[in-house]
């Protein structure tokens, strides 16, 4: 960690988890703890792996909210990563993903996202928090003023939490002028913690 | 003539998108394997099906093999649930370069000879064949 | 045994017309008067990006060559559809053949639709100069060539980065799904593989500073009459142009950070979208040229998330079996 001084620190954020501390069965607490201590390595993020749902929403670069009358696109800029959120008729998952499934619809002025078939691979943060692929995600959108969204998920894996629990935050619009996504392709940033065992070895490279 | 302008035309290489599989797999190695599904992962760049093959001396031995990309087979209509665990298949292909208990999967068929995933419905057919 | 792979290829057979707008057909357009180009607009594999030289200046193959092509495709149908394995049948060393979405033939004799001979201009001297030397004289990483020391000697498709802009449109193998929604003052054109999502502004702003360099460039769209006209630049030195985004023979390859892309979207028909797109980079090409890739709608085409980065066990494969060899080499 020296070796990135404070740009490798994570400083604290207040919880945005209602009501208490994430409900871990006991025995599936050993396993955060795990990810924990080894989260420089293991975060799918630092591999820049896809992060999968509500992650994605609460990560520190934007992403863009695309209404279409075919259906609602989140873009985001960490690892190319999107999801299509349907507003037709339910789907199912044929396979599990990073992105999961997403179904939505309306519910007066509140856009309710069902998120199934995630893979369980993603982190829900930098500190460790996991679930499976059991994980059901369901999301509300709701519009409060014309620079707000608030953003809520409900969260549920039986094989991981003893109940459902929820998270609840603000998401703030860009009013940057002429704001854009710009890309934060971060395979290349992660080829050296994946691969660099496998690279040849030369005088230089020892 | 005709073999002339048909060989010119359909000179459209069938590039196999992401690896090179040479690359990855030995072809100075060539395996024949027959075992018992225990897992397929529907992943991409490529599926992979793992099988417990018994050797001869009675021991189990794990094997990853490499298969396409999973989203042709969901599109035509399989999904995660397709391939049951236990399910006994014949691989063959070639073994990794780097001599780990994996292959590709050039031919994967059942006990009874048929292609896995072979067929599954179509929808591939544009909206309008005459546009 | 199972024939409907060759059913439908018969099925879609008939669809070889080839950039022509029918008659008494009016573009439609979304609730606020933009050309309404929504849809799901799959690409299909089966035109070379070059011309073979023997046909010249032919755009379109003849009635009788494209009873051949359409011949071949029925009996890769047919063998794709096989439910058992031919006795003949020669093990290779990829996945199995038949994981595969082939295409439907079409008459079009190139991509490259200009030059009027259907191949790529001639490469600058500095460009040709540039892929011999770079990487200390290993060259640009394309297909792979025996070489595997890094993860940087693999190009940027195999490493899962991206296959850039045209690459990711240009048919292939598999996943050639492609979707346009709309809202008012964008366009977004998004791509399957690998789950691209191009977020193109029409309100006019400019262009992203100079200093600002991505795979997918920085697009900026505009309409003239009902077609989309994007034009891309601030492109990264390290992009390529192909299939895979490699640069293998016949493809394109490597080109400039200054290069100016500029595509244009014309939906000639409720199911038919001719997409060009010109190549203008004086770095890399003596001159501009441009393809033209018919994109035929499917409401019914999924696009699935390809996970490329997340999945990518051969990389780690392809390292450590070069490693493999070179250490049998030292033992022998």
Known sequence: MWQTGSIGAEPAGQSVVEGGPI????????????????????????????????????????????QSPKGILMVYEFASANRFVN????????????MGTNNGKWEGDTLVVDVTGLNGLAWFDRAGDYASNNLHVVERYTRTDPYHIRYEATIEDPS?????????????????????????KCVEFSEELLYGQFKKQTSSTK | MRTRLAIVILAVAPVWAHHAFQAEFDDKKPVTLTGK????????????IHIDVVGPDGKVTNWMVECGSPNIMLRRGFTKRSLEVGTELTIQGYQAKNGQNKANGSNVTFKDGKKLFVGGSNPDIPEDQKQ | ????????????????????????????????????????????????????????????????????KEEAAKKQAIADSQSTVASD??????????????????????????????????????????????????????????????????????????????????????????????????????????????????????HLSQDIRLYMGDPRGHW????????????????????????????????????????????????????????????????PWTILIELKRNDNYQLLEYACHEGNVAMGDILSGARAEEAAKVTK
């Open chain 1, 23 to 66: 409900p871990y069965k006991p025995e599936k607490l050993a396993k955060k703890k795990e990810n924990y201590e080894n989260r420089r390595t293991n975060d799918p993020e630092a591999k820049c792996y896809m992060p999968g749902v509500p992650r994605a929403n609460y990560m520190p670069y934007p992403f863009q909210i695309v």
């Open chain 3, 89 to 206: 049948s020669r093990v290779g060393i990829g996945p199995p053949s038949y994981w595969t979405e082939r295409g439907v033939p079409t008459k079009q004799t190139s991509l490259i639709v200009d030059p009027p001979n259907g191949r790529l201009p001639a490469l600058t001297a500095a460009e040709i100069k540039l892929r011999k030397e770079a990487r200390g004289g290993k060259g640009f990483p394309g297909e792979w060539r025996g070489e595997a020391e890094s993860y940087a000697d693999l190009n940027i498709y195999y490493r899962c980065i991206t296959r850039g802009v045209l690459g990711s449109v240009i048919p292939v193998v598999y996943n050639n799904g492609n979707q346009i929604l709309q809202m008012p003052g964008y366009v977004i054109f998004r791509n399957e593989m690998i789950h691209e999502s191009r977020v193109i502004p029409l309100d006019g702003r400019p």
């Open chain 2, 37 to 48: 599904v225990t897992d397929m992962e529907w992943i991409n760049p490529h599926a992979w």
């Open chain 3, 1 to 68: 045994m199972r024939i409907r792979l060759v059913a439908s290829f018969l099925l879609a057979a008939g669809a070889v017309s080839f950039g022509q707008a029918p008659a008494k057909w009016t573009a439609p357009k979304t609730a606020w008067g933009d050309p309404d180009l929504e849809g799901i607009w799959p690409g299909n594999m089966g035109v070379p990006m070059q011309r073979p030289e023997a046909l010249g200046t032919r755009a379109t193959l003849t009635e009788q060559e494209f009873a051949q």
């Open chain 1, 87 to 98: 507003m037709g008729k339910p789907q199912e998952a044929g396979s599990d993903t990073w």
């Open chain 1, 160 to 184: 991981v939490f003893t109940k459902p629990w929820k998270i609840s935050m603000p998401l703030y619009k860009v009013v940057d002028k002429n704001a854009q996504l710009l890309d934060f």
């Open chain 3, 224 to 287: 003239e009459g009902n077609t989309l006209v994007v034009e891309t630049t601030n492109f990264t030195d390290s992009d390529a142009i192909g299939s895979n985004g490699a640069g293998y023979p016949g493809d394109p390859g490597h080109h400039s950070a200054e290069l100016k892309l500029t595509e244009r979207f014309t939906r000639v028909s409720a199911n038919t979208i001719n997409y060009q797109a010109t190549i203008d980079d004086p770095k890399t090409w003596t001159r």
